[in-house]
């Protein structure tokens, strides 16, 4: 299977299930209030379960679809509604990748700074995470979408959608974006739990559903974290990932147009790297007895106190700020060779 051809093979398959999908979102944007409106969220939920609603009936069904059934389609829609403006592709350097889906997610890291995607919903390939279904099978996940909702409280949350390969709708884990990103993988479990005391959905979260979210969701977190960072390394043939602008038509009016095939990202070539080149390097001083350097390596994202001002302490004040993931005992990255690492069996 081609890098592409199951995040594509997914939108155009919804895009059957239901034909008129696409133009109903379009029109549901175009028509809505963007005041107000967290710039990274595409469109929220609530317009996105009334289009749906439109698609369904339009697609010949008679009756209304019931909630059951409109949940998980309206969720669908949401996230390849979004993915299918700009249909980004990121495939990350083996060693980054490895380095980052093993980083602990601890520190105190704000979850808001998961509001920073660079598009409006973002693919990511995921080679090693694996979840394990009710039915107690454990599969390969091909990849994962990410994008932002916000609820009728104002609230945002990160969406995470698993591609299995298997045709749409999909599993979709919802993360609250408050407090920390640790307190908010604890909140998921809370939220869920609440939907079902309430009768918002009948499905009840696992027994050991605490342990698998501890198992895939921090990788997965930390993956598309280091998207959302400042110091990211992303090389594509575009120049760099960004939401399409809205361009005025005499016809339509606003109107923003979807990309017309996936766009293919690189993520953290020159980190990768460099990251084997130093640990080349101490793999050889290694050998040779020589160890007393610091091992070269990335260290997690975390919090750092400046100092800021006078050294005196009545005219002195402490900041605290985030540091992405940083490359610690590194010669320079920059002026590397963007060389591209082809892994058997990921294209």
């Known amino acids: ?146 994008w932002l909702d916000v609820t009728s409280k104002g609230e945002l949350l990160l969406c995470i959608g698993v591609d299995t ?24 479990l809370e939220e869920w739990n609440k939907a079902v005391a309430v009768g918002k959905t009948r499905i009840t979260p696992p027994a050991a559903y605490r342990d698998a979210a501890r198992a895939w969701l921090p990788s997965a977190i930390s993956l598309v974290l280091y998207l959302c960072s400042e110091a990211a390394d992303i090389d594509g043939l575009q120049g760099r990932p960004g ?13 923003i147009h979807p990309a017309d095939g996936p766009r293919k990202w690189e993520v953290g070539v020159r980190l990768g790297n460099a990251l084997r080149r130093a640990m080349q390097v101490e793999r050889e001083k290694h050998l040779r007895g020589d160890s007393q350097n610091m091992r070269p390596h990335i260290r997690r994202a975390h919090w750092h106190t400046y100092l800021l001002g006078s050294r005196e302490p009545a005219n002195s004040r402490r900041e605290l700020r985030w540091l992405p993931p940083i490359p610690v005992a590194l010669d320079s990255y920059d002026d590397l060779p963007a060389t591209v690492w082809r892994i058997q069996g990921r294209d």
């Open 165 to 188: 390969g298997r045709r749409p709708p999909f599993n979709v884990q919802h993360v609250p974006l408050a407090g920390t990103i640790d307190s908010a993988i604890h909140r998921t």
């Open 1 to 146: 299977m081609s890098p592409d051809a199951s995040p594509r093979q997914r939108l155009l398959e919804w895009g059957r299930t239901l034909p008129s999908i696409w133009r109903a979102v379009d029109s549901e944007r175009a028509q809505a209030d963007l005041r107000g409106w967290h710039p990274s969220v595409f469109l929220p939920i609530k317009l996105v379960a009334r289009a749906t609603t439109h698609a369904i009936l339009r697609s010949g069904d008679p009756l209304p679809p019931r909630s059951g059934e409109l949940a998980p389609a309206a969720v669908t829609t949401q996230c390849l509604a979004a993915w299918r403006m700009t249909q980004g592709i990121y495939r990350f350097d083996p060693t980054l990748y490895d380095a980052l889906v093993d980083t602990p997610l601890s520190g105190g890291i704000p979850a808001a700074l998961l509001t920073r995607l660079p598009e409006w919903c973002v693919y990511i390939e995921t080679p090693s995470i694996l979840l394990t279904g009710r039915d107690g099978v454990t599969f390969q996940v091909l990849g994962l979408w990410y």
């Open 243 to 255: 939401n399409p602008t809205i361009r005025q038509t005499r016809r339509y009016g606003s109107r």
